[in-house]
Nanobody, 118 residues
């Protein structure tokens, strides 16, 4: 079993930055694909970014490319999402997720709220 706990959300003005963290426990996640998703009010959950250790690949949704960056610590126990140049449309609950062996994301955190004021 894997437990994921997000933190770092909050209220920020448009153009500002936030860094989300996702602390993982329960298993070694170095073979997992780790990702961030978000869900805005009245909308479906959408993919934001993902990272895989082997091979070292990061992927991003077009809407956040060049503004957001996903990374992990060396122990692959914490996943970060650096969000820059935030826009009002980035307002959502952000979720951390883990996919064992790079397959489907089956472990999810409880989410952290990000609100961007214009």
């Amino acid at each position: 079993q894997v437990q994921l706990v997000e933190s770092g959300g909050g209220l920020v003005q448009a153009g500002g930055s936030l860094r989300l963290s996702c602390a993982a426990s329960g298993r070694t996640l170095s073979s997992y694909r780790m990702g961030w998703f978000r869900q805005a009010p009245g909308k479906e959950r959408e993919f934001v970014a993902a990272i895989t250790r082997i091979p070292g690949i990061t992927t991003y949704a077009d809407s956040v490319k060049d503004r957001f960056a996903i990374s992990t610590d060396n122990a692959w126990s914490t996943v970060y999402l650096q969000m820059n140049s935030l826009k009002s449309e980035d307002t959502a609950v952000y979720y951390c997720a883990a996919a064992p062996g790079g397959r489907s994301f089956i472990y999810w955190g409880q989410g952290t709220q990000v609100t961007v004021s214009s």
